[in-house]
């Protein structure tokens, strides 16, 4: 990678909204955070390389979490950069909880950024 990921400590306003209505209890899975940092304690930062911000090293096709564990998955601009995608996907809903929430983006017309790699770029129909 040609230089350091940028450190981001607010989410959208959109996020912080959705982060605002879950309950104390409720987990939220922030998959591909890369430097994320937040001091909410219901987030576990998630991420295929270790940095001091994440709390688990882990690759999205294969995760180490138990089966309905986590109540809202974040994965933004994640997609693109895995393998299979579809893989990820049926991993997302194995470690969600009924009723849980994704939130989840991934580029379609954008620039080459191949960190680490890109290799889907999915329109909003290939996205469901």
Do not use: N
């Amino acid at each position: 990678h040609e230089a350091e990921l940028e450190v981001r400590s607010t989410y959208p306003a959109a996020i912080s909204r959705l982060l605002g209505a879950l309950a104390r209890d409720q987990i939220v899975l922030d998959l591909g955070s890369g430097e994320r940092q937040t001091d909410d304690p219901r987030v576990l930062l998630a991420d295929l390389r270790f940095t001091p911000r994440v709390d688990l090293v882990s690759d999205a096709h294969v995760l180490p979490l138990r089966d309905a564990s986590v109540d809202l998955v974040l994965a933004g601009a994640v997609f693109e950069h895995l393998r299979d995608p579809f893989a990820a996907a049926r991993e997302i809903w194995r470690v969600l909880k009924p009723g849980g929430q994704v939130v989840a983006d991934c580029s379609f017309v954008f620039p080459f950024h191949g960190y680490p790699a890109s290799y889907f770029h999915a329109s909003g129909e290939g996205l469901k």
